[in-house]
């Protein structure tokens, strides 16, 4: 048995160099004796390709390497892009997903593959993640999946100070065995941004057990990408791609129960959003309930 299995950290970037580097940054740190960082950009049209390949360089005693999609495939694409890569190497241990606006306490690693060690019936292991600006207060510790509303319930409260088991690891930090993707498939990459992480952990969880390690914790800005967790391009896929995992993914009652309750859940948020003068907002919402194929909307 490999004493420590080699994790691949994976970190996806678009236009988001300050916040990857800040990330890179926070690795350096991390104690676990046998990984190695893969940075995809993913089109990005700023200066993130020369900034973090010159971190990259410059850093020689850290392994990391930079990867390039090209265009903007998504965050599903982008981290597939990567993932298939990382499955291609020999020595892969374990994947780690792991969003670029994050910071990480330097035994988290540790933590999680001590976890996934310990319990072989997990395929994906999780962490605690507070706000980065107010590490004091958790954006998650644990969740669930909700099919008959069509959506995720996500904890703000530990449920244990040890490990346990939960229906939802968010894609913002997963520690996933490579075989997991060989029964349950990569990020599906119709969702372009979010929600492909619900049916990722769905797929997984028919085989595998999800598990939360709260002892492993990192601190998230929440969104930078896309310009915050309340921007309208946040609006708009978000409401759209809860209608496509419903129907991807729910049949019969629970189908029609999801469906009504984010429609009309959705609709009352649009009169509310026009009265506080965030029209745009509004429209993304509608957009998002339509249907209506966007792959940008400005913020």
Known sequence: ??????????????NGWKDTLECLESLKGVNYPDCQIVVVDNGSTDESVERIDAWVKSHAEIKALLLKTGRNTGFAGG?????????????????????????????????MVETARANPDAGIVGGRIAYYANRGENWYAGGRISF??????????????????????TGCLMLIKPEVFLKAGFLEEEYFLGVEDWEFCLKAGREYKLMVDPRAVIYHKVS?????????????????????????????????????????T?????????????????????????GINSKRINN
């Open 1 to 14: 048995m490999i004493i420590n299995p080699k994790v691949y950290i994976l970190i996806l970037n678009w």
């Open 79 to 111: 981290n597939n892009f990567g993932i298939k890569y990382i499955l291609e190497q020999k020595d892969c241990g374990y994947v780690l997903l792991l969003n670029n606006d994050t910071v990480v306490e330097k035994d988290f690693l540790f933590k």
């Open 148 to 169: 008959w509303r069509g959506c995720v319930y996500v904890d703000k409260k530990i449920a244990s100070e040890e490990p346990f088991a939960t229906g939802f690891i």
């Open 224 to 264: 930078a990408a896309t310009g915050g967790e309340n921007s309208p391009l946040t609006v708009y896929y978000t409401a759209r791609n809860r209608m496509m995992f419903i129907n991807r993914n729910l049949r019969g009652l629970q189908r029609m129960s999801a469906f009504t309750y984010t429609i009309i």
């Open 266 to 290: 959705r609709l009352v948020k649009i009169p509310l959003y026009f009265m506080r003068f965030k029209f745009r907002h509004g429209w993304a919402m509608f957009k998002g309930l339509a």
